[in-house]
């Protein structure tokens, strides 16, 4: 128990410890573990070069516990260090897949979405490894679309074809990242 204890202090030291404060901006984060430790994660972070620039990823490891808190640790560096070289969504997530395929010798992997939002001027530049489409809420039209996966899962295939695609957000717009936790709630 105190080393499960322990590896969700340190798992949880790997998620953000509060959302970004941006001007302009509003962002929220809400995180459940199905059990003491888990591999689900999500990221908020400044990216190089031009002022504005945020890395934002939400992901989702196939397995619950201390196996796939272990490669939550493993995908969530890997992701992260990719972005931090300045490399695209397209690439990031391509990259990862790579290195994830390389290094794990387990047969887990994971679904992503890893975007690159441009807090100047609203846009969203993202790629979706198999992840649960998020959501896209349009405040002048009072409708939500979801942006769907544009490649497979990350860690299954060699190579990967990772496709992005760009949205501007507008004021009031608003989008909503999840994993299946949300959608396989047996309960309130």
Do not use: C
Request: no cysteine; net charge negative.
């Amino acid at each position: 128990e105190e080393e499960l204890e322990v590896s969700r202090q340190i798992q949880m030291s790997m998620l953000p410890s509060e959302p970004p404060r941006i001007a302009g901006w509003e962002f929220a984060a809400y995180f459940e573990a199905a059990r003491q430790v888990g591999g689900d994660f999500y990221d908020l972070f400044s990216l190089p070069g031009e002022p504005g620039r945020l890395g934002v990823v939400i992901a989702d490891v196939s397995d619950k516990g201390v196996p796939a808190a272990l490669f939550m640790a493993l995908s969530r560096t890997t992701i992260r260090n990719i972005a931090l070289r300045g490399r695209a969504p397209a690439e990031v997530l391509s990259w990862a897949n790579r290195y994830i395929q390389e290094d794990s010798q387990s047969d887990m992997f994971l679904s992503a979405f890893y975007a690159e939002l441009n807090t100047n001027t609203g846009q969203l530049i993202y790629a979706n490894a198999g992840h649960n489409p998020p959501f896209l809420w349009r405040h002048d039209e009072s409708r939500f679309y979801r942006l769907p996966p544009s490649s497979p899962i990350l860690g299954v295939l060699p190579d990967l074809d990772v496709t992005v695609s760009i949205v501007d957000l507008a004021v009031g717009d608003a989008l909503i990242l999840y994993t299946d936790g949300v959608t396989e709630a047996l309960n309130a």
